[in-house]
């Protein structure tokens, strides 16, 4: 039997995402997804919802969440697959991020505010005030509001990027801090969209080196909008770490249709894959 469709990277507004979760997972079951992991940001308070939503579509949920990690300053996620919502010491390092999460928006308001001449901390305020995962997408989305940018990616490359006004660095914790909460909650660690980060070929097999020693799981080796030529490099790093293999699409906005549910290629078949790892869990 053909392996049902897994969907192990999916957004809703409970972080930057735009839709509910009951809605996002209906979504994702009308475009054939049998299997279906809620992963916001630094958040599981989605996860009731989506569950519900799940058992009236039919669908597999999958709780889950995506975690900020750092790694020789670089900034990493890792996906969280199968956590216990509620595990005392996950919670508690996803309010640590909460945390640092809202003191950097407030930052960035103030910064705006100084170097750009824009009402940034009017911004950032309605920013921490509707919601509990407070990101600099967001803040992108005010500034459209506002009509200062066209779109995101015009926010991102005129403010918010690295040595523009509004970039202020954040130091996350340790890889090795976040492989350990959610391997106190139950989790399959996962880490996210490898070929994203501004990483050499060596250095990235570095981080999937130490990523294994400390636990990690999987690698997310096909991703919604990828290239052919990643997911052919990330497949040959799970195959020399002896790494499981992830799908999703980073599901964000239904306006995007590149990173709709469901869209990304197949793993290769001699991967074996998260999905199956979590149907046995």
Same mark, same amino acid.
């Given at each position: ?6 969907? %192990?990277?999916? +957004? ?10 009951? #809605? ?13 992991? %809620? ?29 900020? #990690? ?6 990493? +996620? ?69 009509? /200062? ?9 005129? !403010? ?35 070929? /994203? ?6 250095? %990235? ?5 130490? !990523? ?16 052919? /030529? ?20 980073? !599901? ?14 197949? %793993? ?8 199956? /790892?979590?149907?046995?869990?």
């Amino acid at each position: 039997m053909t392996a049902p469709l897994a969907d %192990l990277h999916l +957004h809703s507004h409970h972080s930057d995402g735009l839709l509910d979760p009951a #809605a996002l997972m209906r979504l994702a079951a009308s475009r054939g997804v049998g299997v279906a992991a %809620l992963t916001d940001h630094d958040t599981t308070g989605g996860c009731a919802a989506a569950a519900a939503a799940c058992a009236e579509t039919g669908l597999r949920f999958v709780p889950g969440v995506e975690v900020s #990690a750092g790694w020789q300053g670089q900034s990493l +996620h890792v996906l969280g697959l199968g956590v216990a919502p509620g595990t005392p010491a996950l919670e508690t390092h996803l309010e640590n991020l909460r945390t640092l999460r809202r003191t950097r928006i407030m930052e960035i308001g103030e910064r705006l505010e100084r170097r750009a001449h824009l009402p940034g901390r009017e911004l950032a305020a309605g920013v921490c005030a509707g919601t509990e995962v407070p990101t600099r997408l967001h803040l992108a989305r005010a500034l459209v509001a506002l009509g /200062r940018v066209r779109d995101e990616g015009e926010a991102f490359g005129k !403010f918010l990027g690295r040595g523009l006004p509004g970039h202020v660095p954040i130091e996350w914790p340790s890889l090795e801090a976040a492989i350990g909460a959610l391997r106190a909650a139950g989790a399959t660690v996962v880490l996210a969209h490898p070929h /994203r980060y501004k990483l050499s070929s060596g250095a %990235l097999r570095r981080l999937v080196g130490e !990523f294994r020693a400390a636990g990690g799981d999987g690698l997310e080796v096909s991703v919604g909008g990828m290239s052919p /030529r990643d997911l052919d490099r990330l497949a040959t790093l799970v195959r020399n770490h002896g790494l499981l293999a992830s799908t999703g699409s980073d !599901f964000h906005d239904p306006a995007l249709p590149w990173s709709a549910p469901g869209r990304f290629a197949r %793993l290769p078949a001699d991967l074996v894959s998260v999905a199956a /790892r979590l149907t046995v869990l």
